[in-house]
């Protein structure tokens, strides 16, 4: 028995007070989701931007015709900074590719293969021996034939192709993402392509 | 003198502590009563958790330390490295104790957990603080390997060109996951970036906020008594039991921390023992992914699973590869669900010292295995190892000239003369005794069917070097062995 001017325990209820602590509560809830999204949305966007767009960039790599860069039958290393790359990339934009001159086809087209050093099996660099005229990787021994195809070891599947290119005489290559199994140069993921550019190879001579 | 100096310190001691109140919450923690068996001798089973925390801190400051030089920049990564090794003083002994320091971390993680599943302490009502546990192990092996690839050189750029691989073969999903683990199309800046806050501030947040959670639930549901023959465990009973045990027991400060205060501090000492002598990993080649002739190799703690990854046969590869580390996990995290009841001495678990003891022996195993990798051919080795004399001192001309094939083809990448060059292929040393002539120009031709191990080579050797290497093969014997004949000429193979 309290006294009727002794202040009420905080808890009492009384007939005011419920409307005003839900009301409370919900402008409390509110200005939170409101908090919350101010900064949500925000942060969200910029995770999901590190997730950038894969622009199509070709890589000239040189006159079709100077024998010195393509010698007929002879596969090649060569190494050009990779467009797909940060300013502060440093040496790791480098990228290689092993291109082999195969001279001209039937229809007096320059023929060429060109393989990514990126090796099938786990993306480790294959080196090329021409006195046996195949890969080899250093990793868990995987093993290709001059023509790309997988000879030995682990790898599932031959070396990846690199789209190519003949412009205005010059041989030119598509700069290549990280390949794998399941996006490789030449038939990448649409996974990782959503809302992407139409993909314009160009002509394969 | 002396009692003014105890007066003083009375008073300042007794102003912080009447407003930090630390008697009455740290105190009782530090304080809280642990069975009298763990205080006494067999508390030596104790000290690893401890030890592996201490590693920690040792990481935490040396990690702190080494941020303020390092440049997680992929241009300027290496550089830093570099300066940090030869200009910055104790640069060097920094980035050896935190590797060491690290490898250390994860010993004792292993060690702890291997004590903790022997004893069976991760039993009712410990099951919480297992499981904390296994992720704290998955977290530092995280921290291993990010920490690899900040090392930026070419083993940091080919590990995470592997790990990308691995992921990019999940269903469906793997190109995204690809992406968003090295942070774009490529391997290059970005991922250096996301590694490093990866290491910096993600992990170690974690790491931090169940390593509390883990400390939390030893104090709240106390340390295990060391296990007895017969006294299995009773969810039912248990707590009871423990109750009155501890009700004799010891306090933690004191024997129980002295014990852990003594092996850290040992540990520690090894550590910086090693970190002196051995010296800072790396950083090693230049993480320009244009020089062949990398040789990419992952520290230590992963050497198991690179074994792993070269050994499994090629059907279940991807399987070993994603489901396989998953299974062990989830493996790991049932096993206080599977036996959450009954004995805990090793001595009456058989299954778990087997399982200890077959679990020990195939990671050793297969880290041996990952060290020497005999399955990588050797790139070096047809232009830097030589034939061994013995082999060609009584050879003929002709097999002279094979011998120079054998050497100029490559194959010594794959097969080793008495025990030198690569190990991929079988060593040639006698293989005229197990091979004639005809069975040894088909496998150079055509490779070994069914596209096993050895490359079909047809192509590539004209008849006079297939003459000459083949000369020189079959002259490969023991002295006084013949040559191999297909028995009787008559039956083939
Ligand atoms: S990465 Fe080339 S064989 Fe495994």
Redesign the pocket.
């Known amino acids: 028995m309290s006294e009727p001017t002794a202040p009420k325990p905080a808890d009492a209820p009384t007939p005011e007070e419920p409307t005003r602590r839900s009301a409370m509560l919900w402008i409390t809830g509110g200005v939170g989701a409101a908090a919350a999204a101010a900064v949500g949305v925000p942060v969200v966007g910029f995770l999901a931007g590190a997730v950038r767009a894969r622009p199509i960039d070709w890589v000239p790599i040189g006159k079709v015709t100077d024998a010195a860069l393509f010698p007929v039958n002879e596969t090649r290393l060569h190494i050009f900074r990779n467009p797909i790359h940060e300013e502060w990339d440093g040496d790791s934009a480098k990228t290689g590719a092993y291109i082999r001159n195969l001279g001209k086809d039937d229809k007096g087209q320059e023929q060429f293969w060109v393989f990514s050093m990126i090796?099938?099996?786990?993306?480790?660099p294959?080196t090329w021996f021409p006195q046996s005229a195949l890969f080899m990787?250093?990793?868990?021994?995987?093993v290709y034939y001059e023509n790309g195809d997988r000879a030995s070891?682990?790898?599932p599947r031959g070396l990846y192709k690199m789209p190519w290119r003949i412009k205005e005489g010059v041989l030119e290559v598509q700069a290549p993402h990280l390949p794998t199994l399941q996006d490789t140069l030449e038939k990448p993921s649409d996974v990782v392509q959503l809302g992407i550019i139409k993909r314009d190879r160009g002509e394969r001579a | 003198m002396k009692r003014i100096l105890k007066a003083v310190a009375n008073t300042v001691g007794g102003w912080f502590e009447a407003r930090l109140r630390l008697k009455e919450s740290v105190m009782p923690i530090l304080e809280h009563p642990i069975p009298a068996g763990a205080a006494g001798p067999k508390g030596w089973w104790y000290v690893f958790g401890s030890a592996s925390m201490t590693l920690l801190f040792l990481q935490i400051a040396t990690g702190i330390g080494l941020a303020l030089v390092y440049v997680p920049s992929a241009d300027q990564a290496y550089q830093s490295l570099e300066y940090l090794n030869y200009r910055q003083p104790f640069g060097w002994f920094l980035r050896s104790i935190h590797y060491w320091s690290g490898s250390g971390m994860v010993v004792m993680v292993v060690v702890h957990m291997t004590q903790v599943f022997l004893h069976g302490s991760y039993k009712y009502p410990r099951e919480l603080t297992w499981i904390f546990g296994v992720c704290l192990l998955l977290l530092t092996l995280g921290m291993a390997f990010t920490g690899q690839v900040l090392r930026w050189d070419a083993d940091a750029y080919w590990g995470v060109g592997?790990g990308a691989?691995m992921a990019g073969r999940v269903p469906v999903a793997g190109p995204g996951i690809v992406e968003l683990l090295i942070g774009g199309p490529t391997i290059g800046a970005s991922t250096l970036s996301r590694f490093f806050a990866l290491h910096v501030f993600i992990i170690p947040g974690l790491l931090l906020a169940l390593v509390g959670g883990h400390l939390w639930l030893v104090i709240t549901r106390g340390i295990s008594e060391p296990p007895v023959p017969g006294q299995p465990v009773d969810p039912k009973t248990y707590d009871a039991k423990y109750h009155e045990e501890v009700k004799k027991g010891k306090p933690f400060l004191g024997d129980a921390m002295t014990k852990d205060a003594l092996f850290s501090s040992l540990v520690v000492l090894v550590i910086v023992a090693l970190a002196a002598i051995i010296g800072p990993k790396g950083p090693g080649g230049l993480p320009d992914p244009t020089l062949t002739g990398a040789n990419p190799r992952p520290d230590w703690p992963f050497l198991w699973l690179f074994g792993l990854?070269?050994l499994s046969p090629a059907g279940l590869e991807t399987f070993v590869m994603l489901a396989f580390p998953a299974v062990l996990v989830v493996c790991l995290l049932l096993v206080p669900f599977v036996s959450n009841r009954g004995e805990r001495a090793p001595s009456r678990r058989p299954v778990a010292v087997l399982v200890v003891l077959v679990g020990g022996t195939t990671l050793a195993v297969l880290t041996y295995e990952g060290m020497t990798s005999p399955w990588s051919p050797q790139m070096g080795a047809w232009s830097g190892d030589t034939i061994p004399t013995a082999v060609v001192k009584r050879s003929t001309p002709l097999e002279l000239q094979g011998a120079a094939v054998f050497q100029n083809k490559n194959c010594r990448n794959c097969h080793a003369l008495e025990g030198i060059g690569g190990k991929r292929g079988p060593d040639l040393s006698s293989v005229g005794v197990r091979l004639t002539r005809d069975q040894l120009i088909d496998q150079i031709n055509n490779g070994t069917p069914g596209g096993g191990n050895m490359p079909a080579y047809g192509k590539h050797v004209r008849p006079a070097e297939m003459d000459a290497m083949v000369a020189f093969l079959v002259s490969l014997r023991p002295e006084g062995q013949p040559p191999a004949k297909t028995a009787g000429q008559t039956t083939k193979k």
Do not use: K
């Open positions: 090796c099938a099996h786990l993306g480790c294959v990787c250093p990793c868990h021994g995987g070891g682990p790898p | 592997v691989s990854l070269s």
